[in-house]
Antibody, heavy 119, light 113 residues
Framework: EVQLVESGGGLVQPGGSLRLSCSASGFSFGSYTMHWVRQAPGKGPEFVSAIDNNADNTFYADSVRGRFSISRDNSENTLYLQMSSLRPEDTAVYYC????????????WGQGTLVTVSS | IVMTQTPLSSPVTLGQPASISCRSSQSLVHSDGNTYLSWFQQRPGQPPRPLIYKISNRFSGVPDRFSGSGAGTDFTLKISRVEAEDVGVYYCMQGTQYPPMYTFGQGTKLEIK
């Protein structure tokens, strides 16, 4: 059974930093592109960042480029998102998501971790 | 690519059909000939659940009362007979532009009359 378990969310002040982690199991983690997708309260999901299977390529939404950094450790089956210079508009539930690249869709989602940016 | 869904809210009677429309601001036909349009269901307090990929293909475990259709820029999700467990918000998503990114519609809330 595929499982994606996020951790690291919490309350942080504007300008602060936070590191999210996602522990993966039940599939060959090192073979798949992995993503972070966020969802602000009452809004639809939004692409944040992606990393290909061997970390050769990374992608970012314009809204987070230069502030967020995605990485992975295939030996530990773990995905990371380092977030800095956080803004109130970054407040959202952050999901770790597996992509099925051949169909360009997102086939497994974690339960999410809430990040709240507020003073 | 901007994805626009209609209606934003859809009250339906149990056992009756429901239909949700999704329109993209440009064609979703990829240079490889595929159209990467997906649908997701999100129940309250849960992450999105994948329903449909490449316009009309159901993910494993999705009931056959869910169906997808469309082409180019206009797509539809249909539920043949709505059940109580279908309540939630439905999102379309285009993956044609990935990499580097994909976009979701704003969501359609399905509720029971």
């Amino acid at each position: 059974e595929v499982q994606l378990v996020e951790s690291g969310g919490g309350l942080v002040q504007p300008g602060g930093s936070l590191r999210l982690s996602c522990s993966a199991s039940g599939f060959s983690f090192g073979s798949y592109t992995m993503h972070w997708v966020r969802q602000a309260p009452g809004k639809g999901p939004e692409f944040v960042s992606a990393i290909d299977n061997n970390a050769d390529n990374t992608f970012y939404a314009d809204s987070v480029r230069g502030r967020f950094s995605i990485s992975r450790d295939n030996s530990e089956n773990t995905l990371y998102l380092q977030m800095s210079s956080l803004r109130p508009e970054d407040t959202a539930v952050y999901y770790c998501v597996k992509m099925w690249y051949a169909i360009r869709s997102l086939d497994y989602w974690g339960q999410g971790t809430l990040v709240t940016v507020s003073s | 690519i901007v994805m626009t869904q209609t209606p934003l809210s859809s009250p339906v009677t149990l056992g009756q059909p429901a239909s949700i429309s999704c329109r993209s601001s440009q064609s979703l036909v990829h240079s490889d000939g595929n159209t990467y349009l997906s649908w997701f269901q999100q129940r309250p307090g849960q992450p999105p659940r994948p329903l449909i990929y490449k316009i009309s293909n159901r993910f494993s475990g999705v009931p056959d009362r869910f169906s997808g259709s469309g082409a180019g820029t206009d797509f539809t999700l249909k539920i043949s007979r709505v059940e109580a467990e279908d309540v939630g918000v439905y999102y379309c998503m285009q993956g044609t532009q990935y990499p580097p990114m994909y976009t979701f519609g704003q969501g359609t809330k399905l509720e029971i009359k």
